[in-house]
């Protein structure tokens, strides 16, 4: 794995994150909604007798789960990608790395930021990317 694609991780699992809480945010929506009532024939074999809401609340409960095991997974991931950043011994380099991978911040934000040209943006973002060194036990999101 090359450390761009590494550092790529947190802002593909922040993207996933960003996407389950829009379902949880939908199947919510879905719970507090009222059915309207069915009075054509129907013929059931089984009685269910649980409340729609009640299936969709616990829907809720399990995306609540896979979005907090990933949240979990994202702030472990950052943590050691704030570690492998700190190696790198150039603090502009570093401050390149930190703005555009931890921050998640664009290309232009980080040049704002940093008060520095895009051009010397990129040049400190490639010779970072060569400087690093990444860790034994790399977290990987798609375990």
Known sequence: MT???YFKQAYKLDVIINDLLQEVDELRALSTSI???????????TKDNEAK???????????????NTRIDRLIDLKKQMSEVIGGVKN????????????FGKTWEQV???LFADPTTIYRWHMKALKNVTLPN???LINE
């Open 35 to 45: 059915q309207s009532p069915q009075f054509g024939e129907r013929v059931q074999t």
């Open 137 to 139: 036990d790399i977290i």
């Open 111 to 113: 040049s704002d930021d």
């Open 3 to 5: 450390p761009k694609e």
């Open 91 to 102: 603090p502009d380099e570093q401050s390149v790395l930190r703005h555009r991978y931890l």
């Open 53 to 67: 809401f009640v299936k969709n609340l616990m829907k809720i409960e399990s995306f609540e789960e896979k979005i």
